[in-house]
């Protein structure tokens, strides 16, 4: 099963380690999801980079080996592969548009979104499944 994972979810990772954590240690030794992601991933991350590890309180080293990990985890996915489902996502996230990008990749692959945000969850027309519906599925 394919799920596109937003950026809310790789700062949880980052933060606190538990089980949204967990969601990826344990797949990647069954090997039972697929993850992807816009390319837009690593840029909101990235933009973030300097605060989350203050936040995290790891030390860099550590803190890259998780990225490390995590960029292994998951395959990100070319603008150009989902670039006609921008506008739809866009429509259905005018309120909310920092995650037109990851709603634009679901709609194109038909599949849920892995995130913790609750108002994407109330506007997304994907089902919108959180770390513990996730590790459930394993």
């Given at each position: 099963?394919?799920?596109v ?66 960029v ?67």
């Amino acid at each position: 099963m394919m799920l596109v994972v937003d950026a809310n979810i790789i700062v949880s990772c980052l933060l606190k380690k538990a089980v949204t954590f967990d969601v990826f240690l344990l797949n990647s030794v069954l090997k039972k999801l697929e993850f992807g992601a816009p390319e837009f991933l690593w840029i909101e991350v990235g933009e973030h980079k300097e605060e989350l590890l203050k936040e995290t309180k790891l030390p860099k080293d550590e803190f890259d080996e998780v990225m490390e990990f995590l960029v292994e985890e998951i395959t990100i996915v070319p603008m150009s592969q989902f670039l006609e489902c921008i506008s739809k996502a866009k429509r259905l996230l005018s309120e909310h548009s920092k995650d037109v990008p990851y709603l634009a990749l679901a709609l194109r692959l038909n599949c849920p979104i892995f995130s913790g945000d609750k108002t994407l969850k109330k506007l997304s027309p994907v089902k919108i499944l959180s770390p513990r519906e996730v590790l459930k599925l394993l």
